[in-house]
């Protein structure tokens, strides 16, 4: 849906406390996600890194609370996403859209760790930090304005699905992993992701549905989305920078 066709849709009275600090508490969260230090990233922690590498056999538990984990402080995963549902009214195309994701997620996770497939992480990252630039432009009606061309949205979000998971892998083939148990212990972690994908879009959710009831939204959704765009850029620097730093 376009900036212009959203904010035709008539706004429901709130209370003056909420209209004035909704915006506010979004901005705040995008760059607090953005400014988060890099153990928070689209990579492993230290800690987790040692566990990963440190264990053998079926560990079923502590993998799903790895994928959680990996999915609520994934900042590029929660960027997309936020991009992905701005503009999304009903719990149908909520549903529809997250599905294609984890399914293109899940699917360059697995096939991407268990064939071996390898590809420069910081190339793959700044094609994800693109896909939050992508969404930004797209919710801003940009590829209609500029080119009079619309992009199927489904397909897009599919298509960077695969990116999202493919980055992580990249990440995982860097560890030392144990093959003892390694497809369901991958299985389990995509089974983590989707519960973290479910606890950080319930929070989503009802922080935009706050924001959707008041004025403010109608004024600033133009501002939120541009906000969004500069931090898919921030993203996108931060890892060509590192590879032109650190070779491929």
């Not at 590029?76 to 996403?81: G, N, T, V």
């Not at 493919?166 to 003892?180: N, V």
């Amino acid at each position: 849906m376009s900036v212009a066709a959203a904010l035709s849709r008539p706004a429901a009275e709130a209370q003056p406390l909420l209209r004035r600090l909704a915006l506010p508490l979004l901005m705040f969260a995008l760059l607090l996600i953005v400014g988060g230090s890099e153990a928070l990233a689209h990579g492993v922690s230290n800690a987790d890194k040692n566990f990963i590498e440190g264990t053998s056999g079926r560990n079923i538990i502590p993998f799903i609370y790895l994928g959680a984990k990996h999915m609520v402080t994934g900042y590029d995963h929660l960027l997309f996403l936020f991009g992905v549902i701005f503009f999304l009214y009903r719990m149908k195309e909520v549903w529809t859209y997250v599905t294609l994701f984890a399914i293109g997620h899940s699917t360059t996770l697995l096939l991407g760790v268990m064939l071996g497939v390898r590809a420069n992480p910081y190339i793959v990252d700044a094609i994800i930090g693109l896909s939050v630039v992508y969404k930004a432009l797209d919710n801003l009606d940009a590829f209609h304005t500029l080119f009079n061309y619309v992009p199927n949205q489904k397909a897009a979000v599919l298509v960077f699905g695969f990116f999202h998971g493919f980055g992580l892998a990249t990440k995982i083939q860097e560890l030392s992993l144990s093959r003892d148990g390694l497809f369901p212990n991958l299985v389990s972690f995509n089974v983590g992701v989707e519960i973290g994908q479910l606890m950080a879009l319930t929070v989503i959710l009802i922080a935009m549905n706050l924001w959707r009831m008041s004025d403010s939204f109608r004024r600033n959704a133009v501002v939120a989305n541009s906000v969004l765009m500069s931090a898919g850029l921030v993203l996108v620097g931060y890892q060509l920078t590192r590879f032109f730093q650190q070779g491929a």
